[in-house]
């Protein structure tokens, strides 16, 4: 299958960056390369670096960004290794950063890949290939109390404990090896009247792709990382698709933007900390009507930005 991904707020992403033609760039989250190919258009002696884990990404991208030569590296890992990648490469410091979180188009459309609830197919759900982990494991070998608190804390899923539990009892009679299997467990554990909010399974597949992935603890290991190596006017864009990403990305930016641990009472500040930077979207950009109507995915996209001081 060719590898298509709509690049969500493309326009705004790029206006977003500053970019300036001899500067450093890094997208952490490469996928098909459409953000990748606006950056490398505008520049003229700097240099791109984009990172992704999936195989799929890495070989699409690399044919897109082919006309921009040795403007553009790619390295194949995840971004919470971007730091010390790009120091392998003898670079230390970079004028922006581009994450656009969550799943791709290709990832939810690839029937085998197994992220998606619509297609039969093996539980699977990994963004890198060579990590054992699965959904299927995760699915057949975690405890009910540890399912629980997945779907829970991930899929926010007010079923989860029921979800869970019936889960257990039907791997009890054979392995849970697909997605709709797990579609019809999923099912028979929610009340009837309650099923007609959207897919069943959606909140659940969330939860499992998350925790299969560690998507929200890579996120939270990366962002300090990450604004460091931010050469100061550098600037980094996150698009987040779910709460739960938003609000690390928020409370992050805001804590690198005002760090001072000291109590409200102190006249001045005694900890020593000093802001990195400024948080240019105190409200987080949204994709607009226009961007609506092509791509509904779309529709629960934030964009936020942090500057380097």
């Known amino acids: 299958m060719e590898f298509n991904h709509y690049s969500v707020m493309l326009t705004e992403t790029i206006q977003q960056l500053n970019i300036r033609p001899d500067g450093i760039y890094v997208d952490g989250t490469l996928g098909g390369g459409g953000h990748a190919y606006k950056v490398c258009e505008q520049l003229e002696n700097g240099h791109f670096y984009g990172i992704d884990q999936d195989d799929a990404a890495i070989t699409a991208a690399g044919e897109r960004l082919a006309p921009f030569g040795d403007k553009v590296t790619i390295l194949r890992s995840n971004y919470c290794n971007a730091k010390a990648l790009l120091a392998e490469w003898g670079v230390h410091k970079v004028d922006g950063i581009v994450l656009d979180l969550g799943v791709s188009s290709y990832q939810f459309d690839t029937e085998e890949r197994g992220f998606s609830y619509r297609f ?167 994709p607009s009507e226009e961007e609506l109507a092509q791509n509904s995915r779309s529709k629960s996209a934030k964009l936020r930005v942090f500057e380097r001081q």
């Open 120 to 286: 039969d197919a093996p539980l699977d759900m990994r963004m890198d290939r060579r990590q054992s982990l699965t959904a299927a494991r995760i699915v057949n070998e975690y405890t009910e109390t540890e399912l629980y608190h997945i779907i829970r804390d991930y899929g926010e899923d007010q079923f989860a404990k029921n979800i869970a539990k019936h889960i257990v009892r039907a791997r009890t009679e054979k392995p849970i090896e697909t997605t709709f299997e797990l579609n019809d467990i999923i099912k028979a554990a929610i009340p009837a009247k309650m099923r007609q909010n959207g897919h069943p399974s959606k909140q659940t597949f969330q939860a499992l792709r998350i925790a299969c992935n560690r998507e929200l603890e890579v996120l939270k290991e990366a962002l300090d990382d990450m604004i460091d190596i931010l050469n100061p006017g550098g600037r980094m864009c996150i698009i987040t698709f779910h709460s739960l990403e938003d609000r690390i990305v928020k409370n992050t930016f805001k804590k690198n933007e005002n760090p001072c641990t000291c109590p409200p009472e102190f006249p001045v500040c005694v900890c020593g900390k000093v802001p990195k930077g400024r948080v240019i979207t105190k409200k987080p950009i949204l």
